[in-house]
């Protein structure tokens, strides 16, 4: 038996945990794609537990979803039976770890920061009128309800449940369960955001080098690295600053010079944006546009622009202080503005791209194109463990975080290959030029995921390249052809929605799930056994032509000389893998994978076959007639064979 290992050893695990262990002991980073069925999560854990505990170390395990996070503790409970460890999951501030802020609608509406601000006045309050639930902390014994905790390592909702239940505030009852943790799971914000991260670790009573950082789903950090370090600010926004600058009176941030005509000339700037640089959906703006045109339209020189965008940020200072005060959301849309102009204007040139973005809410965005300043926490803690099944090619993904002291390796799903069918059909496309030249295209994407659905009759998941393609098809009534009921991503909707959308699905027998590939539903979340046996990925997730990913391409391809490659075909490639792996979760588990378009050859090393029957292809599959080595090498015979016709 493997130390801190649960399970008897999956073929090939063994070799997983050791990697990972005795990159530890050598204090280096570890990136690892290990295909589905190696046990990623618990082979991680039982390699990290047992070194930080004989190194006083801690581990924290950063996932993107609560679901994630559901397992992590799922596993550690197990492992309680073989090594001593206590574990807790733990959630930023949200109307699900705040009962008082659940029971106001407006303050439901709080961002994590505004809700802390709020926290902590509500916290200082002596006389009863802060929080109740924070006030009963001080008379609580946290060593025994750690002991409980301890008994049942709970996931985040029902840790939040139990604490709401007893009086207590589920965020403060966290923090005081930290420093007894061994494993910490966290959302990547925990480590992410600087701020956070200070407050994170100070609960811990850490430093960087006092942890292990595990990285579930890690072919998503450094998008997700990008975007943390991006600002954004719409044109509707403006409305809300405006109103805002009146009811404070219109204040001046600058000798003649108030908020709403800030306002009117960021208007302007958005006006002069659309007309010089919008192209279809997104397009680049010089580095000084911003600010020569509000220079313009406001009549002012640079340093006094600038002491306009400080004095705004000061002022939505003032206005969130005295809402604090009033036991009011400390929200200032004149602050937001105010901090937008100043980050828009400080952001380095080298790796930040400045954008204006159509639609029906116009923004401009300094969007970040290098993770590297961001993944800092990655390469100061003691050691670091990056896990996906879809990472290749590492180097670039190593390279991308300058993980200097790092060992990477790929380790091949256990599960037996024939399990897993996989399928495409050449006579459909979701290519763009290609839908609008054959209008037809859709009509037999249409009927093909029509005959699949009704004509394989089991659990299927269809997954889309984006929510329009989605909402395209539902528009066309696709839902109305299909034979069972029919349950659906929607783009924003709550984990709690999710979930009961996903549990509905699979508890449901001939169900159809519509989903996007690349969102949710596609990464991360199981379906064990018959709750899916066929995916039906219609298209290839390409992402749209955009100023923004062109400029990606080029930063990329400066950085690791193949640009087209990073930012768009490995990416692809990543969400058809992601999708298909939701079919197979263990060794057991059959399913089948139909690609709707004649592109999926260039996945690389995708393996799908050509078939020009997929219902029946599929039905003779889960009948067991046939084996995907079967049919693959049926059909490159026939290839060959038409071929030789051919060419004589």
């Known amino acids: 038996m493997i130390e801190g290992l649960p399970y008897e050893p999956r073929p090939g695990q063994d070799r997983l945990i050791r990697f990972i262990t005795d990159s530890l002991e050598s204090g280096r980073h570890s990136v690892v794609e290990s295909g589905t069925g190696t ?162 670790l100070g609960w811990m009573n850490a430093t960087e080098q006092d942890i292990i950082i595990v990285v579930d789903e890690a072919h998503n950090l450094p998008d997700y690295l990008r975007d943390a370090f991006t600002s954004e600010y719409t044109v509707r926004a403006l409305s809300y600053a405006e109103a805002e600058a009146k009811r404070e009176g219109d204040p001046e941030v600058s000798a003649g010079i108030t908020v709403t005509d800030v306002v009117s000339a960021m208007r302007s700037c958005f006006v002069e944006a659309n007309m010089e640089y919008l192209r279809d959906t997104d397009g680049l703006i010089p580095y000084g546009f911003l600010q020569e045109s509000l220079m313009g339209s406001l009549h002012v020189p640079s340093p006094i622009l600038e002491a306009v965008f400080r004095n705004m940020s000061e002022l939505g200072e003032i206005i969130r202080e005295r809402l604090k005060s009033q036991h009011r959301l400390p929200r200032s849309h004149i602050g937001s503005l105010g901090d937008f102009l100043q980050f828009w204007t400080r952001c380095d040139d080298m790796s930040y791209v400045r954008l204006i973005n159509g639609g029906e809410n116009h923004s401009l965005e300094a969007y970040c194109m290098d993770p590297y300043e961001a993944a800092a926490p990655f390469r100061d803690c003691y050691a670091s463990v990056h896990m996906s099944g879809t990472l290749e090619p590492i180097p670039d993904y190593v390279m991308s975080l300058g993980l200097e002291r790092c060992n990477h390796a790929s380790f091949p799903s256990p599960f037996d290959p024939d399990n897993l069918l996989t399928l495409y059909v050449d006579d459909v496309t979701t290519r763009h030029n290609d839908l609008q030249l054959d209008p037809d295209n859709i009509d037999r994407i249409m009927d093909h995921i029509v005959d699949l659905v009704n004509g394989v009759g089991r659990n299927t998941a269809v997954f889309f390249p984006s929510y329009e393609m989605m909402n395209r098809f539902v528009v066309k009534g696709l839902q109305d052809r299909l034979e069972g009921d029919v349950y659906t991503e929607i783009r924003g909707m709550s984990q709690a929605e999710l979930m009961d959308t996903v549990d509905g699905f699979r508890s449901s027998t001939g169900g159809i799930l519509f989903a996007v590939t690349g969102g949710r539903i596609s990464e991360g979340l199981d379906f064990p056994s018959r709750d899916l046996e066929l995916a039906i990925i219609v298209g290839l997730p390409y992402p749209r032509p955009s100023a923004k990913k062109d400029a990606l391409i080029r930063y990329c391809q400066y950085r690791f000389d193949d640009g087209w490659n990073y930012v768009v075909r490995m990416p692809m490639a990543r969400k058809m893998r992601q999708a298909r792996g939701r079919l197979i979760r263990s060794e057991d588990d059959r399913g089948a994978a139909v690609v709707l378009d004649s592109r999926a050859l260039q996945i690389p090393g995708f393996g799908a076959i050509l078939s020009h029957d997929p219902v029946n292809d599929c039905n003779s599959f889960f009948d067991g007639l046939v084996t995907p080595t079967e049919l693959g090498i049926r059909r490159r015979i026939v290839a060959d064979n038409q071929i030789s016709d051919d060419h004589p």
């Open 39 to 200: 046990g990623k999560t618990v082979s991680a854990l039982a390699a990290t537990v047992p070194f930080a505990k004989r190194n006083g170390k801690r581990v924290v395990f950063l996932t993107r979803t609560k679901s994630q996070q559901k397992q992590i503790m799922s596993e550690l409970r197990a492992m309680s039976s073989v090594i001593d460890v206590f574990g807790i999951a733990v959630q930023g501030r949200s109307v699900t770890t705040c009962p008082r802020m659940a029971s106001d609608p407006e303050l439901r509406t709080g961002s994590p920061e505004e809700m802390s601000r709020l926290c902590s006045h509500l916290k200082s309050k002596k006389d009863g009128t802060g929080c109740p639930y924070f006030d009963s902390m001080r008379d609580a014994d946290i060593d025994v309800i750690v002991d409980g905790l301890r008994d049942l390592m709970p996931d985040p909702e029902t840790f939040a449940s139990l604490c709401a239940k007893d009086g207590y505030c589920p965020y403060e009852m966290m923090k005081a369960a930290i420093p007894f943790a061994d494993v910490i799971s966290a959302p990547y914000t925990f480590m992410v955001m600087p701020n956070i991260r200070r407050h994170f």
